[in-house]
């Protein structure tokens, strides 16, 4: 390509004749473009067996919680069977969920025999014990086993109990989590905490 040389009067002049230089040199006039068809690039879901490490590990948790922390009992519980745990706490309706929601309450009721319906409850989502108590009857009608609901149980009724609560405390373990693991009321841990002053006499300045 041959190109004369000229005089510009202007700056702009010459910018604009070096643009159109350009526009001829990029692209020739008698060019043809080629658009090649876009490529697609299928992607497989990618769902492997789990490892038999891991399965053995997720029996493990769900058998070493048991009776112990209600929280991580239900979360190893529903990893075991493929339950997502959002639809255990959730509100969906949908019938496999609920039937799933039923399951869970059923395996907590008998995981932990000293946890009252209101604190199994709770940990499923908040519900009350009307709920914990219709998903028990409706489970076990489901399995042809019913299920006698057991009276509520003083946890000072439970043997060695309040001596596992008042040895968590006195190591340091706040309310919150002495609830959160084992089903008591942080407000009952504390009740109990001051009125037997487990903290003087954990120190040995207990009354003489």
């Known amino acids: 390509?041959?190109?004369?040389?000229?005089?510009?009067?202007?700056?702009?002049?010459?910018?604009?004749?070096?643009?159109?230089?350009?526009?001829?040199?990029?692209?020739?006039?008698n060019a043809v473009i080629e658009v090649a068809p876009a490529r697609i690039i299928k992607i497989e879901r990618f769902s492997p067996e789990p490892k038999h490490h891991v399965t053995a590990w997720v029996d493990w948790c769900v058998e070493?919680?048991?009776?112990?922390?209600?929280?991580?009992?239900?979360t190893f519980f529903c990893r075991k069977h493929g339950i997502v745990r959002e639809d255990v706490d959730g509100s969906d309706r949908a019938a496999d969920r609920v039937a799933n929601r039923h399951r869970v309450i059923h395996e907590v009721y008998f995981a932990f025999p000293h946890l009252p319906l209101a604190q199994i409850g709770r940990a499923v989502g908040g519900r009350d014990p009307s709920s914990v108590r219709h998903a028990l009857t409706r489970y076990g009608k489901k399995i042809g086993k019913p299920v006698h609901i057991r009276r509520a149980i003083r946890f000072n009724e439970i043997p060695?109990?309040?001596?596992?609560?008042?040895?968590?405390?006195?190591?340091?373990?706040?309310p919150v989590e002495i609830e959160r693991q084992l089903g008591i009321s942080c407000s009952t841990v504390s009740r109990y905490a001051r009125e037997q002053k487990w903290k003087?006499?954990?120190?040995?300045?207990?009354?003489?």
Not at 160 to 174: A, H, K, N, W
Request: charged share 20%.
């Open 200 to 208: 003087e006499t954990g120190l040995g300045l207990g009354a003489r």
């Open 64 to 74: 070493q919680y048991r009776g112990k922390d209600i929280n991580r009992f239900i």
């Open 160 to 174: 060695g109990f309040m001596d596992q609560v008042r040895e968590m405390y006195l190591s340091g373990v706040g």
């Open 1 to 29: 390509m041959t190109i004369a040389a000229r005089q510009y009067s202007s700056g702009a002049e010459n910018i604009a004749s070096a643009h159109a230089i350009r526009q001829k040199l990029m692209r020739p006039a």
